[in-house]
């Protein structure tokens, strides 16, 4: 049978341990990312078992440790920030009775603040990482006859690439702090099984839907990329990348919720988003269509099912 006091010590000491040394490893590929997503997701579980005595040592601790090796600045301030917080506030509002659906868009809209001053306060970083990339890709261009058309139409494709993250760079950071704020939930959620406590529930998958009122800001912001200024087109990019993503989630709601009324066997299903991952960009771009049409027309009368 399990000691849920042994086990809750167990879990308090790894949690303890993660959000101290979460920002000595935040810079090791891979690693640091994985020990990021663990430590918002101790935050997240000591506040909504609102074992403060461990969160806020464990916060402080983090911040001054990490600044009295590395100095205080922007981009740790920031790091520390969206790894943290986020995962905080996500459980307090859980604890305080927030449904899950409405946590994750006020957390989500916090992610995107604090991701854009991350981004930048560690622009200039960012942007030499990028550059010293495409530098060295160009040194590797073969000066020989045979390879140099080949390996020169290579580089310039890596050039574009990186001209698009370096565009794009700010939702791409707000959605990689969004999947960690999803796997920290889900760790959450399994946690709170584990010992027997409470957890908060949620509609089902194939009921997932986009609130109808993102249309609107969503043709405000084609219209700022159309007509508006560079600034303003490379901000509308950001903004349809990060809302194209969640789209793209609830469009795949709509294909679940299908397949599941046609009663289509698992193999079929499998074929089907076999032909969805086998398109690549186009597949997400028609999945992303459909969950934002749905949201609007709302084809699986997700609305009435509330309401009844």
């Known amino acids: 049978m399990l000691d849920w006091a042994k086990a809750e010590k167990i879990i308090g000491g790894a949690g303890i341990f993660l959000l101290l040394v979460f920002p000595i490893v935040s810079g090791i590929p891979l690693i640091g990312y994985l020990v990021q997503t663990a430590a918002m997701c101790a935050a997240m579980f000591f506040a909504y078992r609102r074992l403060y005595f461990l969160l806020v040592p464990g916060l402080i601790g983090s911040l001054v440790l990490s600044g009295y090796l590395f100095g205080l600045n922007a981009i740790l301030l920031g790091m520390w920030g969206v790894t943290v917080l986020p995962g905080a506030i996500f459980g307090q509002l859980l604890r305080a009775g927030f449904p899950t659906s409405r ?30 990339s495409h530098e ?29 993250i370096k565009r794009l760079m700010p939702a791409l950071m707000a959605l990689s702090a969004v999947g960690q704020l999803f796997v920290g939930w889900v760790l959450l959620v399994v946690m709170l099984k584990w010992l027997g406590d409470f957890v908060p529930g949620v509609r089902g998958f194939i009921f997932w839907k986009m609130p109808d009122y993102f249309v609107f800001i969503t043709g405000v912001i084609i219209l700022l990329r159309l007509v508006g200024s560079e600034t303003m087109k490379i901000f509308a990019d950001n ?35 076999f032909g969805i991952l086998l398109l690549q960009m186009p597949g997400l771009v028609m999945a992303a269509a459909v969950g934002f049409l749905d949201s609007y027309f709302d084809f699986r009368k997700v609305k009435a099912r509330l309401i009844g």
């Open 136 to 164: 060295w890709a160009q040194s590797l261009l073969v000066t020989s006859e045979d390879g140099v058309v080949e390996n020169r139409a290579l580089v310039d494709a890596m050039g574009s690439m990186i001209a698009m």
């Open 239 to 273: 903004f349809i990348l990060f809302l194209g993503f969640f789209y793209a989630v609830f469009g795949f709601s709509v294909f679940e919720y299908y397949l599941k009324k046609t009663r289509l066997s698992v193999f079929m299903r499998i074929l089907f988003y």
């Open 103 to 132: 946590t994750f868009i006020i957390v989500i809209l916090l992610i995107m603040v604090i991701s854009a001053g991350l981004y930048w306060g560690s622009r200039p970083v960012i942007t030499q990482m990028l550059d010293a």
